[in-house]
């Protein structure tokens, strides 16, 4: 029987329109700095591929600098910058930041200062949507993109992160967004690409992939499979939820991602029931991608105040625009048969 691909927050499998796009990339040999006829062919891939990010996001074409990843693009936003968030917060961010602004039990966090402050639209563990400030000075909205109705120029916020592989385009690429009329020092310097934000050679095909990966989401969007997405997600907790006491889905009646669930059974560690999935034939998480090779509790969980036999118990379930309910269900099952499995051993 197939497998079952369930880490979509993780990385979403690459789109055939992206696939299609890359591959025309390909076949374009001229660098987009050079002024001759072949360089002049490289740049209108990007600039093409520019203009579908921004429309699709609600920017401004000019003010998308493209960079190796949202990892880089927080690099670009933070350094050299005195900014306050919190444990919530994904890693690349965090390493930039003090992360002092406390969380509530619901995932939360209240931004006293928005201009020196650095707060994400969405949490790649539970799915939890924040309320942004007006005045933000940094957004990682990486999760965000792509799986709801985002527009960065209606915001508030000054700066924002996103990612191509997070919305079904190439790994390798992302982005910064900048307001109008703000700038960046650049912290790759060479050549002035990027209208001197980032030097470097630009990765058209993988650019070229990221635009279209985005003009297909939004067609998801508009055709409501993200819709689609919640009401399988709540088939999901609802099944798991009749067949157990004792385990908890974070973020159940706030705000969230349509299509993510982070489930805490307490005292069934986390990446064991990950090791127990992946054997049955579907790929899950203990958390981000990032440090769900680590085994340590969620330091998100942690922050909204859950113990540490519960911050370890963790894992995430997040589906994706091809994601079916017959495969749904056969998680369900899977996951409830491997459960009774726990309950016998501790009981």
Known sequence: MSRIYLDQNATMPLRPEARAAMIAAMDVSGNPSSVHAEGRAAKAVVETARGQIAEAFGALAAD???????????????AGR?????????????????????????GHVKIEDPA?????????????????????AVSDMTQAFGKIPV???WSGVDMAL????????????????LRRGLDVEAQIKGGGQEMGRRSGTENITGIAGFGAAAVAATQDLENGVWEKLAKLRNILETTLDLGTKETIFVGKDADRLPNTSCIVTPGWKGETQVMQMDLAGFAISAGSACSSGKVKSSTVLRAMGMNETEASSAIRVSLGP???????????????NAHARFRARVA
Do not use: M
């Open 82 to 106: 005195d900014l306050r968030g919190s444990a919530v917060e994904h890693d690349a961010v965090r390493a930039w930041i003090n992360d002092t602004l406390a969380v509530d039990a619901a």
């Open 162 to 177: 996103i990612s191509a592989h997070k919305l079904g385009g190439p790994k390798g690429i992302g982005a910064l967004v």
């Open 151 to 153: 527009a960065f120029d």
């Open 322 to 336: 091809e994601t079916t309910e017959e495969e749904v269900s056969r998680f369900c099952e899977a996951w409830l």
């Open 116 to 136: 020196q402050s650095v707060l994400q639209l969405a949490n790649s563990e539970t799915g939890i949507l924040q309320d942004l400030p007006d005045g933000l």
């Open 64 to 78: 998308i600098v493209f960079v190796s990843s949202a990892t880089e693009a927080a690099a670009l936003a933070c």
